[in-house]
């Protein structure tokens, strides 16, 4: 079979796409997937530059979330036949032909959904899902900030708030991303540069632009960014706020953790990947969620292009440089 293989620690330069052997059979508990589509995320550049919170040995392949056809089923595995379509969370290896993964990872496709959008459904939408209800609390009524709105677990986040009956102000790098937001239902926008770093004036000016869009200030903030853009949306929180930290693209940043105690508001991480292997049956419930969500057109994934396997490090690449609007997919078959 054909994988994208990273053979040593580096960006998507270093990456190879090479014959090798086909996906071992499936043992106990496990199942073989033709892989028809596989959904390109952050994790995959942290990953084979060894910046991630798990290094598979080498030579691996990137990619943690696929969708195809299921094509061997090993003992005791129940609920999945071989021509199964299906979707499967991984921790790495999916930008391959073949993997070969616990059953427990696999969820069953609905009719209404080809393999390019399910690909793109996982992560972005579970991530998001898990954050605003699980870690968040979502109530309707209640006003959602979304940190980088324009990328694909961000405009999933706007989605999902807006079907649960919050107002949420979008806030993104260029009018593009803000204009797909609102697209997907956000009420407000708010456009900050592409660097905010330690500039306090520019922090200021952000808050200032944030407190503006929600005078009486939001009651979780989703921020999937980091960096210099998380201080000043903190101080957006009104009383008793809840603070969802999902990613850092733009670095990890430093809290003041007075602000805390001022507004009497929470900090809460959101881990989706180790939230569903603590709780398989919790990230089922929320797929067949999401599927019926997808079903009667409540959430759409934004797929902003499909690239063929070879492309994978170009795909990589243009999503670090956080110039992606949606959601990248490599389509196999």
């Known amino acids: 079979m054909r994988a994208v293989l990273s053979r040593e620690p580096g960006g998507p330069e270093t990456l190879v796409v090479a014959e090798t ?13 033709r892989v028809h589509a596989a959904g390109v995320n ?30 061997a089923v090993g003992p005791d595995v129940t609920g999945f036949a071989k021509g199964d379509r299906v979707m499967a969370f991984l921790t ?11 059953a427990w990872r696999c969820h069953p496709l609905t009719a209404g959904i080809g393999f390019v959008e399910a690909a793109a459904l996982q992560m972005t939408y579970g991530t ?25 677990v961000g405009l999933a986040a706007v989605e999902l708030a807006v079907a649960a009956g919050a107002r949420v102000v979008a806030a993104a790098s260029s009018a593009e991303k803000l204009a797909l937001a609102r697209d997907r239902g956000a009420e407000g926008a708010v456009l900050y540069p592409a660097t905010v ?17 929600m005078p009486d200030g939001a009651d979780i903030v989703f921020d999937t960014v980091g960096g210099g853009y ?24 430093s809290i003041p953790l007075n602000l805390t105690l001022l507004k009497s508001c929470d900090i809460r991480g959101v881990f989706w990947g180790a939230a569903v292997r603590r709780d398989p049956a919790a990230h089922h ?19 902003a292009d499909v690239l063929p396997l070879d492309r994978a490090g170009e795909a990589i690449a243009r999503l670090s440089g956080r110039g992606v609007t949606g959601k990248l997919v490599l389509e196999l078959a």
Do not use: N
């Open 197 to 213: 770093g330690g500039d306090r004036e520019a922090g200021r000016a952000l808050a200032g632009a944030f407190k503006e869009a």
């Open 21 to 33: 052997a086909d996906a071992p059979a499936p043992g106990q508990g496990e199942v073989t997937i």
């Open 230 to 253: 998380a201080e000043p949306a903190l101080r957006t929180l009104a009383w008793g706020g809840r603070y969802l930290v999902v990613g850092f693209p733009a670095g990890i940043p």
């Open 285 to 303: 419930r929320a797929m067949d969620e999401l599927l019926a969500l997808h079903a009667r057109g409540a959430v759409k994934p934004p797929v």
């Open 128 to 152: 998001a899902l898990y954050g605003l209800q699980e870690r968040g609390d979502l109530k309707a009524g209640e006003t959602v900030l979304v940190l980088g709105a324009g990328g694909g």
């Open 42 to 71: 952050f994790p995959d550049a942290l990953i084979i530059e060894d910046r991630y919170q798990v290094r598979p040995p080498r030579p691996f392949s990137p990619g943690a979330e696929v969708a195809g056809v299921v094509e």
């Open 92 to 102: 790495s290896g999916g930008m391959a032909e073949q993997v070969t993964v616990e």
